[in-house]
Antibody
Framework: EVQLLESGGGLVRPGGSLTLSCAAS????????MNWVRQAPGKGLEWVSG????????SYRESVKGRFTISRDNSKDTVHLHMNSLRVDDTALYYC??????????????WGQGTLVTVSS | EVVLTQSPGTLSLSPGERVTFSCRAS???????LAWYQHKPGQAPRLLIY???SRATGIPDRFSGSGSGTDFTLTISRLEPEDFAVYYC?????????FGQGTKVEIK
């Protein structure tokens, strides 16, 4: 059974940094692209970033480019989202989501429960 | 960026009813790259349909998807108590992939 367990969320001041992690199990992690999707309070889902199975290709939504960095460690079956220069509008529940293929840009066939990031002064 | 508009925003229905969700795209979605998800409060979203009409593993056949171009639908042939949730469409034909704002199905 695929399991994705996010961690690292918390309260941070505007301009601060935070790193989210997602520990994966139940599948061959190094064969699949991974993504981060977020949901702001009372809002819908929004794709944030994706990374290919090898980590050689990454992609970001425009609003986080230059501030967020996605990375993965295939030896530890984990994917990370390093978030800098956080803004109030980055406040959201952040989900780790698995893609069905080795490259990003597809649907998401498994999701974690999410980790909450609150950016507030 | 492709904008997906879902309608209606909320549906009040009874178990056993048939329901159809609409998802309209601001531009044609290439190769019918559209998915549907079910999301319940406090739970992880669940993939229902991908590539417009392919059911994900373990999804009951009361869920079906159809459409092309800019107009897509998700149909639940007979609502079960566990189907009351929010439903999102997602397109992955354009970059970035985008979601609709969701349709909530509540118990009447």
């Amino acid at each position: 059974e695929v399991q994705l367990l996010e961690s690292g969320g918390g309260l941070v001041r505007p301009g601060g940094s935070l790193t989210l992690s997602c520990a994966a199990s139940g599948f061959t992690f190094s064969s699949y692209a991974m993504n981060w999707v977020r949901q702001a309070p009372g809002k819908g889902l929004e794709w944030v970033s994706g990374i290919s199975r090898s980590g050689s290709t990454t992609s970001y939504r425009e609003s986080v480019k230059g501030r967020f960095t996605i990375s993965r460690d295939n030896s530890k079956d984990t994917v990370h989202l390093h978030m800098n220069s956080l803004r109030v509008d980055d406040t959201a529940l952040y989900y780790c989501a698995k893609g069905p293929r080795g490259y990003a840009g597809n649907w998401f066939d498994s999701w974690g429960q999410g980790t909450l990031v609150t950016v507030s002064s | 960026e492709v904008v997906l508009t879902q309608s209606p925003g909320t549906l009040s229905l009874s178990p056993g009813e048939r329901v159809t969700f609409s998802c309209r795209a601001s531009q044609s979605i290439s190769s019918s790259y559209l998915a549907w998800y079910q999301h319940k409060p406090g739970q992880a979203p669940r993939l229902l349909i991908y590539d417009t009409s392919s059911r994900a593993t373990g999804i009951p056949d009361r869920f079906s998807g159809s459409g092309s171009g800019t107009d897509f639908t998700l149909t639940i042939s007979r609502l079960e108590p566990e189907d009351f949730a929010v439903y999102y469409c997602q397109q992955y034909g354009g970059s970035p992939g985008t979601f609709g704002q969701g349709t909530k199905v509540e118990i009447k």
